[in-house]
């Protein structure tokens, strides 16, 4: 028995001592986003990552998008008594990251079918869902009014059709309006959505939005919810969102004293920066709550009846959480530059291409060498390189590089261009993994493809 003992005790001092040297898998990640990436323990568990899962890899931390949820919740519970958040899916349709915002009690915006059964698939009632598109087809219009889901009307012409779909169903469709508030948020062109001439929404402006709802009032089988609005994203002030509030507590009080409308909520969108630089300090949720809550108790005032104030985040939720873990292929000196060439590309992380968007990196288990790089994409693209001019410590062939802030409009973003199985996603719980989506093979490039033999 003794023996035994002793025995087992000699077993667990490695295990003991390892653990001293090692940190958690949620510790590393924080290390790597605060440039610790050199660092040897930070280095060992990205590449445990690597050799488990392979790259490129999307990881995310479950305490970051909780985290946030909280932070989310906290800043607006106590100013605002009648609250419902809700997460737009779009950035992260990962079933397990949804899962993880459904857990905390926020509620689904969605921009298609595929993005409702998702919803649905996770556990949303129909009933618990928004759905937004300017442009949703005839399928989709059916499938949201038999689930009861809101929808989120984008024209005159949409109002039409679900009016017909829903008398076919014999039900009443319920809806909001997308208004278009005319404010620019001082984002980027490519996601900002609530300036004038945008695709999305029914113009204030020339009382486009005011005829909808006095249409919309006339029909019996449509019921008037709510407004809806959302002015872009990626916004970093307090300002656009005051404004635009300001602009719909009139428009909400127009609709009750003209048409006698009371609605159940006013939903102000997404669009919550977050910083993807270091140092970069932005509108908190504290910030954006408190400028908020003098705009909207006044116009409650005024108005008579609070409706309930909707937010529906999306990038907050998700985009601090993901790393995408990507391994060097070469390294290639030109006359004019240095290129690291990696294992992912725009196929895998969109955003860099596609909004010239920054995002940091790191390379794992490097100090040395500090040099000007790219790091470029695997795919046949002049365009796609992820990283522009960066000083980093010096890569060779073999290491890893891990690209921060990658939860948000990645993965689900990514395609299968130049025909590249998606990567796998995990999630990463203190210092457990679970693959929450694993990594496509080569058969299922063909899967769909009727020819192939
Ligand atoms: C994309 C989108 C959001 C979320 O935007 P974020 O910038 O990720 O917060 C919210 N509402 C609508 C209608 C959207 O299209």
């Known amino acids: 028995m003794s023996i035994r003992h002793f025995g087992l005790a000699l077993l667990l001092v490695p295990a003991l001592q390892a653990q001293v040297t090692t940190t958690t898998l949620h510790d590393a990640l924080l290390a790597a986003r605060a440039d610790r990436a050199g660092e040897p323990a930070v280095a060992a568990a990205f590449q445990q990552l690597a050799k488990e899962h392979g790259t490129p890899l999307y990881i995310y931390d479950q305490r970051y998008i909780q985290g946030q949820a909280a932070a989310l919740r906290s800043a607006f519970a106590p100013r605002f008594p009648k609250l419902r958040i809700l997460y737009a899916l779009k950035a992260n349709t990962n079933p397990a990251v949804i899962g993880l915002l459904r857990a905390e009690g926020i509620g689904a915006e969605v921009v298609s079918q595929g993005e409702i059964e998702t919803a649905l698939k996770v556990g949303y009632q129909g009933t618990e869902i928004m759905f937004t598109s300017s442009s949703k087809n005839p399928a989709e219009i059916r499938r949201a009014i038999e689930l009861g889901t809101v929808l989120n009307v984008d024209s005159m012409d949409e109002l039409g059709q679900v009016q017909a779909e829903a008398r076919r169903q014999l039900k009443q469709a319920r809806i909001s309006f997308r208004v278009n508030p005319g404010v620019d948020p001082h984002t980027i062109h490519q996601i900002n959505t ?40 990626q916004i970093t002030e307090t300002e656009g969102y005051t404004l635009t509030a300001t602009k719909m507590m009139t428009f909400v009080k127009e609709l009750k004293e003209k048409l006698g409308l009371k609605l159940d909520f006013v939903d102000l969108g997404g669009g919550l920066g977050i910083p993807y630089t270091d140092g970069q300090t932005l509108m908190s949720p504290e910030d954006l709550a408190k400028a908020l809550e003098p705009v909207w108790k006044a116009g409650v005032a005024t108005l008579g009846y609070e409706p309930t104030l909707w937010l529906e985040p999306g990038r907050f939720f998700v985009g601090g959480s993901g790393f995408l873990l990507t391994r060097v292929n070469t390294v290639k000196e030109t006359p004019i530059k240095t290129f690291v060439n990696v294992d992912a590309g725009f196929n895998t992380l969109m955003r860099p291409v596609m909004y010239q968007a920054y995002h940091r990196v790191r390379v794992i288990g490097r100090t040395q060498d500090v ?59 203190g210092d457990a993994v679970r693959v929450i989506r694993r990594r496509a093979d080569f058969p299922e490039l063909f899967r769909t493809a009727t020819s192939a033999k």
């Open 371 to 429: 040099q000007k790089v790219d790091i470029a994409g695997d795919v046949c693209e002049t365009g796609d390189i992820l990283a522009e001019a960066r000083l980093l410590p010096k890569a060779k062939a073999g290491d890893l590089v891990v690209i921060l802030d990658a939860g948000a409009y990645g993965f689900s973003m990514a395609s299968e261009y130049n025909a590249r199985p998606l990567p796998e996603e995990v999630l990463v719980d």
């Open 194 to 233: 609530g300036i004038a001439e945008s695709k999305f929404g029914l113009h204030l402006q020339g009382g486009l939005a005011f005829k909808a709802y006095a249409a919309a009032k006339a029909m019996p089988e449509i019921r008037i919810e709510g407004v809806h609005c959302h002015i872009g994203s």
